[in-house]
């Protein structure tokens, strides 16, 4: 009993045992907790639909054994009389495992959200998928900064004056940087307002493809042809875009040209007959039909019909079936159209009279 009775930094052997077997039985019982809380939620999450518990269960999970250390020593410290030394220093290794246990719920639970969106939302928005990414990181850098500045905070650093230096600090570094952050935010705009989203067809001045990749730093298009093309995010932004998968409908004008040899009513009735093929395509729409002009060796008629989707073959098939048409329906009439071998006869004939015209 005399050994028991003998004292150490100011607290008997006895009680520092005591405190031992407190920190070990804690320890021991938080863990055991830990597990049977796992073991439970999961029989219940079984027989459940909602993500509530699966929640709960994964930020259980991930409790980590040192955190239940701290907390286990600190709670034993308790029972000590201790120097105000060591109590500061078991306080504030006990604040940063809580500071960093607090990171890695706060990670797990924006890590399990994206995920989860990202599942539901996959084949409805794709564009959306993207920004939800983004916004988790500047989540996560968020959370992980604000928590390591409460931890310098508790170890007793000035956190104003790191801020104010980082602070003269960070707008060196933007300066070096400004092109890389021109890019970043433009990313953010491109993520945030969508001009365009994952799998939308663009052309940017003379350049067209699918949208293939949007990424903090470039935007990547696949081309007509195969090949990928890569924009700068902050160049993109100063382009004209035109979004096609946007498109509500497709405007068709194209031009008929007919010889000066066609009578009248072959010229007058060429609208009707456009009108009438036109109205029997199923996605077709008209809207005009006009004899435009006189050229040189052609009378020109323009056509502007609309086709009720942005599909481009479906308007290829539509305007193939028109020509077919307009070309049967032409011929049957007796209406002929105007070529370059006709125009260049109808050339080399005026030529020749105005020579003969001359000779005489």
């Not at 003998?6 to 320890?27: H, P």
């Not at 709670?75 to 030394?85: E, F, K, Q, T």
């Not at 993207?130 to 500047?138: K, S």
């Not at 077709?284 to 009720?308: G, I, M, P, S, T």
Request: hydrophobic share 50%.
């Amino acid at each position: 009993m005399g050994l028991l009775n003998s004292t150490y930094y100011d607290n008997k052997l006895e009680t520092w045992l005591f405190a031992l077997l407190i920190f070990i039985t804690i320890l021991i019982a938080l863990y055991t907790l830990k597990q049977i809380i796992v073991q439970r939620l999961t029989a219940i999450a079984k027989r459940t639909e909602t993500d509530l518990d699966d929640l709960v269960i994964d930020q259980v999970k991930k409790t980590k054994l040192f955190f239940l250390f701290f907390v286990s020593l600190y709670l034993a410290s308790l029972l000590l009389n201790l120097p105000g030394a060591a109590m500061r220093t078991i306080h504030v290794a006990m604040v940063i495992a809580l500071l960093t246990q607090t990171a890695i719920w706060g990670n797990g639970f924006i890590h399990l959200f994206v995920s989860r969106y990202n599942k539901q939302k996959i084949d409805q928005d794709s564009g959306r998928l993207v920004t939800v990414a983004a916004l988790g990181f500047a989540s996560r850098l968020v959370l992980w900064s604000f928590l390591l500045l409460l931890a310098l905070d508790n170890i007793g650093i000035n956190v104003t004056t790191l801020i104010t230096g980082l602070g003269i600090g960070g707008v060196a570094v933007a300066l070096a940087v400004q092109n890389i952050l021109g890019d970043l935010f433009a990313s953010l705009s491109i993520m945030l307002d969508k001009p365009f989203v994952l799998g939308d067809f663009i052309t940017v001045d003379e350049y067209m493809g699918k949208v293939e990749y949007i990424g903090l730093k470039t935007t990547r298009l696949r081309s007509l042809f195969g090949e990928q093309i890569i924009f700068s995010n902050n160049d993109l932004l100063k382009s004209r875009i035109r979004n096609y998968k946007r498109m509500l409908e497709r405007r068709v004008v194209f031009t008929i040209c007919v010889t000066y040899e066609n009578p009248y009513e072959n010229l007058k009735a060429v609208p009707d007959l456009i009108r009438r093929i036109i109205q029997k395509q199923p996605h077709a729409r008209f809207d005009r039909a006009h004899f435009k002009e006189y050229r040189d060796f052609a009378l020109n008629f323009e056509v502007v019909y609309f086709v009720d989707s942005p599909d481009y073959n479906l308007y290829m098939d539509t305007q193939h079936t028109i020509n077919l048409a307009l070309f049967r329906c032409f011929n049957e009439r007796g209406i002929e159209f105007a070529h370059q071998a006709s125009a260049h006869t109808q050339q080399v004939t005026a030529i020749r009279a105005a020579k003969e015209a001359t000779h005489e």
